[in-house]
């Protein structure tokens, strides 16, 4: 397959998963420290942790996406909608 990348392209795509990985890891510590600081309720406790695991799954679901970016940068497809 021809290279048709320059090395430009992944930049944009590291920027924006640390953006977001870091606000979803900053919301998740936020919520956590602000609910586990003050009075517990066991249901309350599981719906925290319930959309605290969403968070950190949205994280890591970015970084996942990125990991996938920089393999198709790596195969030599800048843009994967350039075979179609």
């Known amino acids: 397959m021809r290279k ?3 090395g430009k392209g ?3 795509a590291v920027v924006i ?3 977001v990985a870091g606000f979803m890891f900053l919301l998740t510590g936020a ?4 609910y ?9 406790t599981g719906v925290i942790l319930f959309v605290a ?3 950190l799954a ?6 996942m996406a990125l990991y996938q970016r920089w393999k198709e940068i790596q195969g030599g497809e ?3 909608a350039k075979k179609y």
Do not use: R, W
Request: no cysteine; hydrophobic share 45%; glycine share 14%.
């Open 31 to 34: 919520m956590l420290a602000g």
């Open 4 to 6: 048709t990348t320059s």
């Open 36 to 44: 586990f600081g003050g009075f517990t309720e066991p249901f309350t």
């Open 58 to 63: 949205t994280a890591v679901g970015v970084i």
């Open 53 to 55: 695991f969403l968070y």
């Open 78 to 80: 800048e843009d994967e």
């Open 17 to 19: 998963t640390i953006l």
């Open 10 to 12: 992944f930049a944009g």
